[in-house]
C-alpha cells in the first residue's frame, strides 16, 4: 500500500482558504485518493475522492499533479465548523478485499 | 442514509473479563473494520472482513479476536481484556459504488480498569 505524508496540524482564520497537502511517492496505477473528516468524539467522515487532476464537491476540491505522487485538498473559506482532523487515503479502489490505512492525519484548528 | 450502529457508546470492564464490541450495518455492504484510536495514533486496523466469514488481521490484532456470521454484523471479541485495551473502538463499513467509502459507528468507548 502507497505510504502518505501529511502535515501533523495546520491553524487558519476564519474565511481563509485552507490547503493541505498529501505525498504519496510511491502511489500505484490503480490506486485512488481519498479524504476523510473526522470531529472530535465522531468517526472519520468521506470528503472527497479522485484519481487525477480536479475533483469538486460541495465541501471542498482535490487537486491531483500529473505525476500523482501529492495531492491536495482545498477548503474554500472555512470556519470554526471545520475545524477537525483530515485523514488521506491512497488505495486501490478495485476490488473489496483491501483496507486502506489511515495514519494520524491532519489537525485543522481554525480561529475566530 | 447509510447507518452503522455499535451496541454501547461507553462500556467500563474490569481486567481479565471477557467483552464483546457489537457493529451492525443496515447497507448490505460486504466490507467491514474495526478501528481503535488513541491520542496522537491515528486510526489504526484491528480486524477488517470483506465478506461473510471471511476475516483479514489488520496492524495491531493482538489481543482481539472478531466473528461475522451475518453479512450486516461484524463483532470485536477482546478474549482477556487487559488496561493496555482502554481505548475507542470505531466500527465502519464500507460501500465499493459510486465511491470506495467507509461509514464509521459513533464509537465505543472502552475502559478496562
Known amino acids: 500500500l502507497a505510504k502518505t505524508t501529511q502535515p501533523i496540524s495546520m491553524d487558519s482564520y476564519e474565511g481563509q482558504e485552507v490547503n493541505i497537502t498529501c505525498s504519496h511517492n510511491?502511489?500505484?496505477?490503480?490506486?485512488?485518493i481519498t479524504w476523510y473528516q473526522q470531529f472530535p468524539s465522531q468517526g472519520p467522515r468521506f470528503i472527497i475522492q479522485?484519481?487525477?487532476t480536479k475533483v469538486t464537491n460541495e465541501v471542498a476540491s482535490l487537486f491531483i499533479p500529473a505525476d500523482r505522487k501529492s495531492s491536495t485538498l482545498s477548503l474554500p473559506r472555512v470556519s470554526l465548523s471545520d475545524t477537525a482532523v483530515y485523514y488521506c487515503?491512497?488505495?486501490?479502489?478495485?476490488?473489496?478485499?483491501?483496507?486502506?490505512?489511515f495514519g494520524s492525519g491532519t489537525r485543522l484548528q481554525v480561529q475566530p | 442514509d447509510v447507518k452503522v450502529t455499535q451496541s454501547s457508546r461507553y462500556l467500563v470492564k474490569r481486567t481479565g473479563e471477557k467483552v464483546f464490541l457489537e457493529c451492525v450495518q443496515d447497507?448490505?455492504?460486504?466490507?467491514m473494520f474495526w478501528y481503535r484510536q488513541d491520542p496522537g495514533l491515528g486510526l489504526r486496523l484491528i480486524y477488517f472482513?470483506?465478506?461473510?466469514?471471511?476475516?483479514e488481521k489488520g496492524d495491531i490484532p493482538e489481543g482481539y479476536s472478531v466473528s461475522r456470521e451475518k453479512k450486516e454484523r461484524f463483532s470485536l471479541i477482546l478474549e482477556s481484556a487487559s488496561t493496555n485495551q482502554t481505548s475507542m473502538y470505531l466500527c465502519?463499513?464500507?460501500?465499493?459504488?459510486?465511491?470506495?467509502?467507509?461509514?464509521f459507528g459513533p464509537g465505543t468507548r472502552l475502559t478496562v480498569t
Open positions: 465502519a463499513s464500507r460501500s465499493l459504488e459510486p465511491f470506495y467509502e467507509q461509514y
Open positions: 447497507m448490505d455492504h460486504e466490507n
Open positions: 479522485g484519481y487525477k
Open positions: 487515503l491512497v488505495g486501490d479502489n478495485q476490488t473489496g478485499r483491501r483496507a486502506l490505512t
Open positions: 472482513s470483506y465478506d461473510v466469514k471471511m476475516k
Open positions: 510511491n502511489i500505484a496505477t490503480n490506486d485512488y
